[in-house]
């Protein structure tokens, strides 16, 4: 059974910064490229950042510039440190594989994010 938990949301400032961590277990963590997305209230879910086995990354480009996407295979853990955060930034953040691997896998609880002043 594969388990992710999503960590670090909080209330920040606009400017501020939040870094979200990711554990999975239960899968073979290296193999897999990994993503952060977010949802927003009354909106899809997006995805704002990935990272693949080998360390590539990715962003859109609403977070480039802004997030940072990382790895340590070793504690099966993937981070995404937010800095310059922004209201429209809000949203729960949810890591995963691919979505066709996620539909296998299953969501997490997500973590909130909320850029306010």
């Known amino acids: 059974q594969v388990l992710v938990v999503e960590s670090g949301g909080g209330l920040v400032q606009p400017g501020g910064s939040l870094r979200l961590s990711c554990v999975v277990s239960g899968i073979t963590f290296r193999l897999y490229a990994m993503n952060w997305y977010r949802q927003a209230p009354g909106k899809q879910r997006e995805m704002v950042a990935r990272i693949r086995s080998a360390g590539i990354t990715n962003y859109a480009d609403s977070v480039k510039g802004r997030f940072t996407i990382s790895r340590d295979n070793t504690k099966n853990t993937m981070y995404l440190q937010m800095n310059n955060l922004q209201p429209g930034d809000t949203a729960v953040y949810f890591c995963?594989?691919?979505?066709?691997?996620?539909?296998?896998w299953g969501w997490g609880q997500g973590t909130q994010v909320t850029v306010s002043s």
């Open positions: 995963n594989a691919d979505e066709s691997v996620a539909r296998t």
